[in-house]
Structures are given as C-alpha cells and as structure tokens.
C-alpha cells in the first residue's frame, strides 16, 4: 500500500493544493472521477459564462432600437458557438494535469475509503494522514433518460437543437434559457410556482421577473405530468394548478432542478465521517470532519456552494497543511451573481430574511439613472437596494440589478469588508460618469433614512 503525506480526493479547486503541496515536497495523491479541472471550467461557471457572451451581443442587438438604430441578426451560427466552447472545455483537463510536478500522483477514477485514513482507487488501497475531500455535486437526475442536465451541454455532443424545454427556476435555468432564446432556439422554461429566482431579495425578484418574462417564454405554476420521447422529439404534456392540460414539443428536455453531493460514492460508512440528512458533509470551523486530520472544502459540504467559496477554503486548508497554520476561518460576506437578462448580484441579508430573523433595519430602493453612463444604456429597470442597521450605519445586504451588477458591487464588498459603514460608500470620491456613480445617490438616500430613524427616536 503507498502511503503519501496528502490525499486530494477530487481535482476542482483542491487541484492547487495539490499542486503546492508537491512543490512545498510533499507526496500528493490527487484522484477526481472525472475531468481534471472539477464543475466550474468544465461544465459550471466558465463554460456557461461563454456562452453567455454570445446572448449579450445578441441581445444588445435585438434591442438596439431603444437607442434608435435599426439593426437584425441576419444569422447565428450556434453549432460555431458551441463547437469553440467545446474547443475551450477540451483544453482543461490536460492542462490541469500538467501542473503538477513529480512529487504529485495523479490517479482518474472513483475514490471511496476502506476506513478513515485508507482510500481505494481502481483496486488499489493508498493512505496518508491528510486527506482533503473536494468531490462537489452533480446535478439531479433528469425524469427522462433521454433528457439533459448542465453536464450535458458541456460539452455538447451532436447537433444543436432547435427547441428546447428546461425545468427550473434557479440561476442556471435562468441562465441557460436566457442563452438558448437569444442566440434564437425556440424556447420554454417551466416553473412549478409563481417564483423565479426565490432566494433572491423581494424587490429585485419581482423586477427580475417582470424583465425576463418579456424575453423568454416561461410557464409558470406548470410542471410535467408525461414524457413520450418519439422520432428524436420530447412530446410533453404539461399541466397548471388550474388543473388545465396542454401539449408542447421539443427536440431537447433540459432539467435545472438542483444540485446533490457527490459523497455517495465514497462509503463513508467505513469512516467515523458524518454527512447530514441531505448528504453533505459536517465540518467544523477549521474545515475538519469528525475524523482528526480529514477536511472538507467547497460543495461537498453544501455551505457555500459556489466556486469563490470553494478556492477561500481551499487556501485557508493549504495554509493549515503546508504552513501549520491552524486557525478559525470564517467567510465575513458571501456574495454572489446571476448571470442573465437582467444580471443580480446579492450580497448579505435580503429584505425577507432581516424581517423574519426580527432584525432591525432601514432598506431604500433606488435607479441607476442619475449617473450618464447608466441613462446611455436606456433602461429604466436598473436599481441598487440597500438593507442598513440603523444603529450603525452597517451594510446588512446590498442587491443589484442592472447591465455590470457583479463587477458594481464589488465596490460595495470593498467597504464591507474594510469597514462596513455606507457612510464610507457616501461620502467617496467618484469618477463622473462611470456607471459605478449610481450607487452614489442610494448610498445618500440609505445614509438619510438612517439619520431619519435616529431622530424620529427622540
């Protein structure tokens, strides 16, 4: 039996532990079931990203009559956009195995424990006192066979359908619908409920909603009741709380329901690791499971699932392992970003979650349009909304949406993790007309209606 001094049991972000852990000296075991590289460049993140930067110029081109130019997509070429990101996810693995040097053994497969500090891999039984477990999620197992998840549009294999239906209501249904109907494939996205985008703030859904319903066709409070897949067409019969039925047709089923860990696979049976009623990991605050010398990071343990997330954690484990740093990590603010027509980026609490958790806050809502660069772009939809506690001045969450809302708010993350005070945000110095000056006024209003609450106290 080898024995090395880390096991890495998946190659996503854990890969650069890996690869610094064997150029520190270290003898590395790195194993991943798939492709090198994990969900994100693969098949997550990077791959839809892609794809929707040809949705942007589409889109910037069907609606470019609002600012009175008269334009037409004449054609798209979508088996060229999915040939060159498919181009793009062959060129990940290789080179994430070529990053390590002679002191990290790669081995492709699945990985699952003997007992805590044994690993099994095509036969093989290997061991270390370290071992990091990285293995992330996979989608929910579509209703049909013949039907796709994400993992089947990248890479996409065989020809690009003309229609599509996908089932879904979080951010990569909506990101891949967004996709599909403005490169021009006929397409329909089924939601179960009223909601779209649940999770986000209130306000910002409901503007979401409003907007994206306009592009695409969606269904609400619609789920499928069958599936009859017959001369390479999905035949569906759909029906609405009304309990009325209907038909519709296409040549691809996409399902975006969810996301499930991939630790089945391991046997953790055979461990003294814990995973919780929904299959993921329990960890404590050093990332530890309930095996001494045993780590968990990213999706594995459903905190945080999302991939700025996962590499933080990555590197607060390396520093532990390499450089003996044992200490608490905790993420101040976890944001994040939906990449669609129209594009949120959150951070903090929304508006629902303060009042139901009984906190104490002050919210405004504000339009972008006071900034030049943002009334260029001529929508009216655009808007920052703050949650602030009144007792000092403290960012509680902040929700954009609008054209640039994740790059917008890393200027609001800035403050909240330098000094969390929107006074900050305020009283700043910005350059004139960048469309990062719209969040000039909603900080003045929020700084206002906290002064305003304080006095109204006595």
Not at 29 to 34: D, F, L
Not at 251 to 256: D, H, K, N, V
Request: aromatic share 8%; proline share 3%; with cysteine.
């Amino acid at each position: 039996m080898k024995i090395y001094d880390i096991i890495v049991i998946g190659a996503g972000r854990a890969s650069n532990l890996a690869r610094n852990a064997g150029e520190a000296g270290k003898k590395v075991a790195i194993i991943e079931q798939s492709k090198f590289g994990g969900t994100c460049p693969n098949r997550g993140c990077v791959p839809s990203k892609l794809l929707i930067g040809y949705a942007e110029v589409a889109r910037s081109i069907k609606e470019s009559s609002r600012h009175f130019i008269d334009a037409k997509i004449n054609s798209i070429d979508v088996e060229k956009i999915f040939e060159d990101t498919n181009n793009y996810i062959g060129t990940i693995d290789p080179a994430y195995r070529g990053r390590f040097n002679e002191n990290v053994d790669t081995y492709t497969g699945t990985a699952s424990f003997v007992s805590n500090y044994i690993v099994e891999i095509n036969g093989k039984k290997i061991t270390a006192p370290k071992i990091v477990i990285a293995t992330g999620t996979r989608p929910i197992e579509a209703a049909h066979e013949k039907a796709w998840t994400s993992d089947d549009i990248f890479p996409l294999v065989g020809e690009v359908p003309k229609s599509i239906t996908i089932v879904g209501s979080g951010f990569i249904a909506c990101e891949l619908a967004n996709f599909f109907d403005a490169v021009g494939i006929e397409t329909k996205l089924l939601v179960r409920s009223q909601s779209i985008l649940k999770n986000e703030d209130e306000d910002i859904s409901k503007i979401f909603k409003k907007e994206f319903v306009s592009h695409v066709d969606v269904a609400f409070d619609t789920s499928i009741q069958n599936i009859e897949y017959k001369d390479n067409y999905f035949n569906l019969t759909l029906e609405n709380k009304a309990g009325e039925v209907s038909s519709h047709v296409s040549e691809a089923l996409l399902y975006a329901t969810g996301r499930i860990p991939n630790t089945d696979t391991l046997k953790l049976e055979n461990t003294d690791i814990k995973v919780n009623k929904k299959g993921f990991i329990t960890r404590d605050k050093y990332f530890l499971t309930d095996v001494e010398g045993i780590y968990v990071v990213g999706d594995a343990s459903g905190e945080h699932m999302l991939q700025h997330a996962a590499a933080a954690e990555v590197n607060h484990v390396q520093k532990t392992l390499l450089q003996e740093k044992k200490e608490i990590f905790s993420f101040k603010y976890m944001p994040h970003a939906v990449f669609t027509h129209p594009e949120i980026a959150s951070v903090g609490f929304t508006e629902q979650e303060a009042r139901g958790k009984g906190i104490e806050y002050v919210s405004i809502s504000k339009g972008w349009n006071a900034s030049a660069k943002a009334m260029s772009m001529r929508l009216k939809y655009p808007r920052t909304k703050l949650i602030i506690n009144p007792e000092t001045y403290e960012i509680l969450g902040c929700h954009l949406i609008g054209p640039g809302s994740a790059t917008m708010m890393h200027q609001v993350l800035s403050i909240m993790h330098i000094d969390n005070d929107i006074r900050h945000l305020k009283e700043m110095l910005y350059i004139h007309p960048a469309l990062s000056e719209a969040l000039l006024p909603a900080a003045v209003k929020a700084v206002g209606e906290v002064q305003k609450s304080i006095y109204e106290k006595f």
